[in-house]
């Protein structure tokens, strides 16, 4: 079976299968040994199931996380297709904050846009579809600030600000709306001053 043949019916699988079936047991099974496949995610995704990531504010295996999160996204192939990658380096990004006693992956949306411009052109997937999947990956961070920061409604101004030069400056393929829908399907909380909803509402302003 060509690769071609197995791309499109995997398209068909993301789009139609609503990723809500968490608790059926088998059928997450099934589903991870699918995404573990060689001609699908491969060794990389295989890789991040279980994955402890060892950090208070992630309480699930990753690859529950990622389950999770997809459920929530906008039923399009590239929306879906972030999901399932946005968190795929952070087991070779994971490094411990001697500070906090936890692990941080630093750069794990760079290194994750990295793997999956690779996996999916192995794929053969459009231009198109790689494209603007993997600037949703890559800017999967850009909303949320650094944990060292106290944000106030000053800092919150200055952090859009630079928000939105990050975004043309870089020219991603994606636009501030689906990059704030990306966003707030994988975070609820940035920290314990402010959470990513204030920071979403003041992109819609502008």
Partial sequence: VSQERITAELSKIFTLFSFRHLKNARLMSLLKELMCQECVFGSKWQDSCWFDQKNPHHDEALHQHVFRMTSKLPNKLEFKLAGLLHDIAK????????????MRYIGHAVESAISARELLTKMKFSNDVIDKTVDLIASHMF????????????????????????????????????????TICDKTRVNNEIDIVSIITECSRI
Wanted: hydrophobic share 40%; net charge positive.
């Fill in 143 to 182: 909303l949320v600030p650094k944990e060292s920061e106290k944000m106030n409604q000053d800092r919150l101004d200055q952090h859009v600000a630079k928000l939105m030069i990050k975004i043309a400056e870089r020219k991603l393929n994606v636009s501030i709306e689906e990059m704030c829908i990306f």
């Fill in 91 to 102: 087991p070779s990004t994971q490094v411990l904050n001697p500070k906090t006693g936890f």
